[in-house]
C-alpha cells in the first residue's frame, strides 16, 4: 500500500469554508470601525474649524470670523499670517469645498465685515458607505450631528454630539 503525502480535498474544502466564515463575521466589523473611524474624523474637522475662526477672529477683530476656509489656510504663505492666508488650517482643509476621510466639507459665511457668523458642514461623500452621521456647526461652535440628513440643512435646533 502506498502512502499519500499532502492534504486531501475534503481537508483543502473545510480549511476553505472555515476561512470564509472568519470574513464573513471580520469583515462587517471592519467597515463598521472604518465608518467610526471617519465619523470622528469629521466632528474633529469640524472642531478644528470652530477653533480656526476663533483664532482668526482674535487675530483681526475688524474682519470677524474668515469668509472663507481658503482664507484660513496658506494660499499664499504663512510668514507673516494675512487676513488672506492666516495659516490656521492645513493645506486639505483649507480648500472649500474640502474633501477628508470620506466627508465632504462646505463652508459658508455671511458675507459681512466683520463677519458675526457662519456655518460650516460635513456629509459623507457615501452614505452609508463613508459614514453615516453628517455634522454642522454655527458661530456658536457646538457640532451637531444629523443620521439621514444633510448637514448643509442642519437647523441650528438640532441637539449637540455627545
Known amino acids: ?3 499519500q503525502k499532502g492534504f486531501s480535498l475534503i481537508e483543502l474544502l473545510i ?4 476561512i470564509l ?3 464573513a463575521i471580520a469583515i462587517p466589523n471592519l467597515l463598521r470601525a472604518r465608518i467610526a473611524a471617519n465619523e470622528a474624523s469629521a466632528a474633529a474637522g469640524i472642531r478644528t474649524i470652530n477653533t480656526s475662526q476663533v483664532a482668526f477672529s482674535s487675530a483681526w477683530p475688524a474682519q470677524g470670523y474668515a469668509p472663507t476656509l481658503t482664507a ?3 494660499a499664499g504663505g504663512c510668514a507673516p499670517p494675512l487676513v488672506t492666508s492666516a495659516c490656521l488650517l492645513d493645506s486639505v482643509m483649507a480648500n472649500d469645498p474640502a474633501t477628508k476621510n470620506g466627508y465632504l466639507f462646505t ?3 455671511d458675507g459681512n465685515v466683520p463677519s458675526g ?3 460650516v458642514s460635513a456629509d459623507p461623500v457615501t452614505p452609508n458607505g463613508s459614514g453615516v452621521r453628517s455634522f454642522c456647526s454655527f458661530a456658536d461652535a457646538v457640532v ?3 443620521i439621514g ?3 448643509g440643512t442642519c437647523p441650528a435646533a438640532t441637539p449637540p454630539l455627545q
Open 149 to 151: 440628513a444633510l448637514a
Open 1 to 3: 500500500m502506498r502512502r
Open 15 to 18: 480549511v476553505v469554508a472555515i
Open 117 to 119: 457668523a457662519y456655518q
Open 21 to 23: 466564515i472568519i470574513a
Open 72 to 74: 484660513m489656510g496658506s
Open 107 to 109: 463652508f459658508t459665511g
Open 144 to 146: 451637531r450631528a444629523q
